[in-house]
């Protein structure tokens, strides 16, 4: 059964840094791109970025572009999102989510706020 | 990137209605796409996958068809557990988009 796990989120000031964690299990992690979607608070579902399996490419949502930047270390079958620079509009529920064999599998979702 | 325009934004229903939700997309995603549930609180649940394959668990009530550009979500009888907003989601390409959503409301 295939799992994904977020971890990291919580809350920082404006200007801030954080580092987002999506422990995977259950599937071949390499051959895989992974994602991170977000929601805003009473707002719909937001893509923020993905790689592909190797993570030799990335992509990113233009609201992101610059500021956050996608990882993962496929020894340890982990998805990262660094956040530099964070907004008040970060401000969102972050899920960690991949498509496998076309079906698409989606984590709990970390919480991230920035605030003052 | 794929738009997808869904449909209506706001549906007021009763148990026991069939109820229908459509999906547009900007371009041809052929049947890379998804369909979710989400309660306040909760993180999507995934209801149909290839625009028409029940996810394992979902009730027999919920259908999803289409290709190409438009795709329909129906639920044949409503049922008070349903009442929630739904999601369509485009994953043609590492780009993915989303619908704005459906609130399904008494």
């Known amino acids: 059964e295939i799992h994904l796990l977020e971890s990291g989120g919580g809350l920082v000031q404006p200007g801030g840094s954080l580092r987002l964690s999506c422990a995977a299990s259950?599937?071949?992690?390499?051959?895989?791109?992974m994602s991170w979607v977000r929601q805003a608070p009473g707002k719909g579902l937001e893509w923020v970025s993905a790689?592909?399996?190797?993570?030799?490419?990335?992509y990113y949502a233009d609201s992101v572009k610059g500021r956050f930047t996608i990882s993962r270390d496929n020894s340890k079958s982990t998805q990262y999102l660094q956040m530099n620079s964070l907004r008040a509009d970060d401000t969102a529920v972050y899920y960690c989510?991949?498509?496998?064999?076309?079906?698409?599998?989606w984590g709990q979702g970390t919480l991230v706020t920035v605030s003052s | 990137d794929v738009q997808m325009t869904q449909s209506p934004s706001t549906l007021s229903a009763s148990v026991g209605d069939r109820v229908t939700i459509t999906c547009r997309a900007s371009?041809?995603?052929?049947?890379?796409l998804a369909w979710y549930q989400q309660k306040p609180g909760q993180a999507p649940k995934l209801l149909i996958y290839k625009a028409s394959s029940l996810e394992s668990g979902v009730p027999s009530r919920f259908s999803g068809s289409g290709s190409g550009t438009e795709f329909t979500l129906t639920i044949s009888s409503l049922q008070p557990d349903d009442f929630a907003t739904y999601y369509c989601?485009?994953?043609?390409?590492?780009?993915?988009?989303f619908g704005q959503g459906t609130k399904v409301e008494i």
């Open positions: 989601h485009q994953h043609k390409n590492y780009f993915w988009t």
């Open positions: 790689l592909s399996g190797s993570g030799a490419t990335t």
């Open positions: 989510a991949t498509t496998v064999m076309g079906v698409n599998y």
């Open positions: 259950g599937f071949t992690f390499n051959s895989y791109g």
């Open positions: 371009e041809s995603i052929s049947t890379y």
